[in-house]
T-cell receptor, first 112, second 113 residues
Framework: AQKITQTQPGMFVQEKEAVTLDCTYD???????LFWYKQPSSGEMIFLIY??????QNATEGRYSLNFQKARKSANLVISASQLGDSAMYFC?????????FGTGTRLTIIP | EPEVTQTPSHQVTQMGQEVILRCVPI?????FYWYRQILGQKVEFLVS????????KSEIFDDQFSVERPDGSNFTLKIRSTKLEDSAMYFC???????????FGSGTRLTVV
């Protein structure tokens, strides 16, 4: 079984600042993936970034980077130079066999 | 960019009625999923489907639920007799393989009244 913990229910960040969204995971699977998805108020689920458990380097996708610390079982999302459009719910997600396990999410609000 | 398409985007139904939620996964994907998100709560796994059969299902996916891939392109979720607590956003997703990227549809918001 997999478990994802997101300890920040909500965050407020000034525009153009960097922000780190925390995520820790617990899994017994030897191989797994970690994802971050963004859910704006319109409701759709938007893929942001993926990290495989055997990847040596931290994943990066534009302004998004994933700070993967395997020994600590953490997979924090870093958003650099935040924009107003980044305001949304962010989910940390793990995959083991097939299904995805979602965290409870962090609601990020960017302040102008 | 290929996308997963879900219809309808919103559905309101009376308690006890049957509903069918439709999804068109990405054409070369092999794995299909349904997830749901009750308002204000976390996203929950319902079922995964591979090779024309259910590969895994959650406790939520009881006898009221069924999935089908009737024609090689559509992937449907049927709820036989809806209950008030079935009100949620239902997401379809597909992937090329286990551990590959998952693409979600934009969801169907189901409201049972």
């Amino acid at each position: 079984a997999q478990k994802i913990t997101q300890t920040q229910p909500g965050m407020f960040v000034q525009e153009k600042e960097a922000v780190t969204l925390d995520c820790t995971y617990d899994t017994s699977d030897p191989s797994y993936g970690l994802f971050w998805y963004k859910q704006p108020s319109s409701g759709e689920m938007i893929f942001l970034i993926y990290q495989g458990s055997y990847d040596q380097q931290n994943a990066t996708e534009g302004r998004y980077s994933l700070n993967f610390q395997k020994a600590r079982k953490s997979a924090n999302l870093v958003i650099s130079a935040s924009q107003l459009g980044d305001s949304a719910m962010y989910f940390c997600v793990s995959s083991g066999n097939e299904k995805l396990t979602f965290g409870t999410g962090t609601r990020l609000t960017i302040i102008p | 960019e290929p996308e997963v398409t879900q219809t309808p985007s919103h559905q309101v139904t009376q308690m006890g009625q049957e509903v069918i939620l439709r999804c068109v996964p990405i054409s070369n994907h092999l794995y299909f999923y349904w997830y749901r998100q009750i308002l204000g709560q976390k996203v929950e796994f319902l079922v995964s489907f591979y090779n024309n059969e259910i590969s895994e299902k959650s406790e939520i996916f009881d006898d009221q639920f069924s999935v089908e891939r009737p024609d090689g392109s559509n992937f449907t979720l049927k709820i036989r007799s809806t209950k008030l607590e079935d009100s949620a956003m239902y997401f379809c997703a597909s992937s090329e393989g286990v551990g590959a990227g998952y693409t979600f549809g934009s969801g169907t918001r189901l409201t049972v009244v």
